[in-house]
């Protein structure tokens, strides 16, 4: 396993101060502080060469147990290894192993081409130059930068300076990614070619990612393994269609009838989502999926007929917006 | 083979790469350079002022030291904990300790930059200063400029172990600048900014050179300027205080990146 996390947990340490002058002058006298359980008992193992989504809610805990994972914080508990090392120790042949891609946050100098930057992390990772060069060739073809490469950081869209962020964070051929929204704020061919350039990166490569990602379109063309993080623990561990029954596990059933039907005609085939006049949405429990497919087929005039799994988008989409399960 | 995390490879790309990003506000660093002029102001004040014999530098002596002063000043500013504060806050630290380079080399690289796109502005007013005060004009020895320059160096350092010292106290407080600010009063009045220490009382004069400030400003000044020094005096302070605080630094950076949470990474 390239990636093994036992028992991780991270408590932080927030100051808590109530609103308004009096909460002001109360913290300033008697600081009041609280732990915030971040992460809790997360444990989880990743071959090499996977790609697996790392979905949650905002303020679930991805982003902090991404942050332990590339040694940027110490866990409070728990054991994490990475490229067979500890990753809190940023041990330089630990840092040559992996990358960390943080949705907008930096690290191309802004005032300067992003070619002046790739030229810094040559030296700073030791590529020979003729070696840095071909790389880059590569990567910027790969991700469709030319001439944006020679342009001021400032200049760039954010899906160019996306881009060249990326290319920035592989040009040391890292073996493990790890990117927290990649894709955010991009447009959806950016995100597209974004996700594109990912996939051919892993297949050439044979990296290991873990991703975060809001947008739903990148987990599910990415990663056939999703974990799913809940209030800082560990909610699923396994291929996203799995996650998709334990969070909804009715299936979708559509019809489309020759006329119209009272709702009452449909007690006791499944819950009822919608009827407009002769279109009908059913949810229905697996186990009893055929027999009432069989009455709604021998009760009503059936034009079209159609199950399908609830869209994940819409599962992942209420659960982040809900924040609950 | 790398000394320290470094190798010429390394330093080539950061200076050129810092270089060419302080070109870009050549503007600002202007108007920085101007702003340092604060040793010509002491200069006015004390020519026109009846306790300047008590400074011990009569006639020229007086102007060559402010304007040493203020060449010394030029090439020994730093600003880093500034900038590792808003990096700190902005989150844009979190790639930096993710490279295998200690993060301070790269603000080193910064400032050195920026001392490099400082120079032809110090030379622009060191010029027109010989112009305004000609009898002031004069050629330092070759022995001199190195010494200046090599005392300069250190003055450097042990400014910049100073401010990184008070940078490494953002990890455990978000706004360590505020104590830069405190330790800023000292180090007007007691390295020789506003007035040469030979017009402190011996007691005080006896008393600031066991503080790093004289070394700062003072030492280097007074070797650029010609005037007479106990070099080995000088230099051995201002290596003892690099010694001394290269350590510190270190331990508190390490402690500091442990507690570190990577605030609005």
Redesign the interface.
């Known amino acids: 396993m390239v990636i093994t996390a036992e028992g991780l947990s991270k408590t932080y340490r927030v100051a808590d101060k109530q609103p308004g002058f009096v909460g002001t002058v109360q913290h300033f006298l008697r600081r009041r502080t609280r732990d915030v359980s971040a992460v809790q008992d997360v444990s989880f193992a990743i071959a090499p060469g996977e790609m697996v989504g790392f979905l949650g809610a905002n303020g679930a805990g991805k982003t902090t147990t991404l942050k332990m994972l590339c040694g940027l914080i110490h866990p409070s508990a728990g054991r994490v290894s990475v490229a067979g090392h500890q990753p809190q120790r940023r041990h330089p042949d630990f840092l040559r192993r992996i990358t960390l891609v943080m949705g907008q946050k930096q690290q191309l100098l802004w005032d300067l081409p992003p070619l002046d930057s790739l030229r810094v992390n040559a030296a700073v990772y030791g590529i020979p130059d003729g070696v840095a060069s071909r790389r880059i060739r590569e990567l910027a073809d790969l991700l469709e930068l030319g001439a944006e490469l020679t342009r001021p950081v400032r200049k760039l869209s954010l899906g160019q300076r996306m881009k060249a962020e990326l290319l920035a964070a592989l040009l040391h051929e890292p073996q493990v990614l790890f990117l927290d929204e990649p894709t955010l704020g991009l447009d959806v061919n950016a995100q597209s070619r974004v996700r594109q350039f990912l996939a051919d990166y892993n297949r050439r490569t044979g990296a290991t990612v873990l991703l975060t990602s809001h947008y739903m379109a990148d987990i599910t063309a990415l990663c056939p393994r999703v974990l799913l993080i809940h209030q800082g623990q560990l909610f699923h561990d396994g291929p996203l269609n799995r996650l998709v029954s334990r969070l909804a596990p009715e299936r979708l059933v559509r019809l489309e009838l020759e006329q119209p039907v009272p709702a009452e005609a449909f007690a006791g085939l499944g819950q009822l989502d919608s009827l407009e006049t002769c279109a009908v949405n059913l949810r229905v429990a697996p186990d009893q999926l055929t027999t009432v497919v069989a009455q709604l087929l021998d009760r009503f005039d059936v034009r079209d007929l159609e199950i399908s799994d609830p869209p994940v988008d819409q599962l992942i989409g209420a659960l982040f917006h809900q924040g609950r399960l | 083979m790398r000394v320290f995390g470094l190798n010429g490879?390394?330093i080539?790309?950061?200076l050129?790469?810092q270089y060419?990003?302080m070109l870009?506000?050549r503007a600002e660093i202007a108007l920085w350079a101007l702003s340092g002029l604060l040793p010509f102001i002491m200069l006015s004040l004390w020519s026109g002022s009846a306790a300047r014999a008590d400074l011990g530098l009569d006639g020229a002596a007086l102007d060559r030291y402010f304007l040493s002063a203020f060449l010394v000043r030029q090439f020994s500013v730093v600003w880093v904990v500034y900038a590792f504060e808003e990096d700190a806050l902005l989150?844009?630290l979190?790639?930096?300790?993710?490279?295998?380079?200690h993060p301070l080399w790269r603000y080193v690289a910064a400032h050195l930059g920026e001392q490099l796109t400082r120079l032809p502005f110090a030379v622009a007013i060191a010029a027109a200063f010989f112009v305004i005060q000609p009898q002031a004009f004069w050629i330092p020895s070759i022995g001199d400029v190195l010494l200046a320059w090599a005392a300069t160096w250190m003055a450097f350092a042990i400014a910049f172990l100073l401010q990184s010292l008070i940078a490494a106290l953002c990890f455990w407080s978000e706004k360590a600048s505020a104590l830069e600010r405190l330790l800023f009063i000292p180090f007007l009045f007691l390295s020789g900014l506003l007035a040469p220490l030979t017009a402190f009382p011996p007691a005080t004069r006896h008393a600031v050179q066991w503080t790093p400030f004289p070394y700062l400003i003072d030492f280097p000044a007074r070797l650029l300027a010609g005037e007479s020094v106990n070099l080995a005096a000088g230099f051995g302070a201002q290596l003892a205080w690099v010694l001394l605080l290269l350590p510190v630094v270190l331990w508190l950076w390490r402690a500091g990146?442990?507690r570190?949470?990577?605030m609005g990474?």
């Open positions: 490879r390394i080539r790309a950061l050129g790469s060419a990003t870009e506000y989150g844009r979190s790639p930096y300790l993710l490279q295998p380079l990146v442990r570190y949470s990577a990474a």
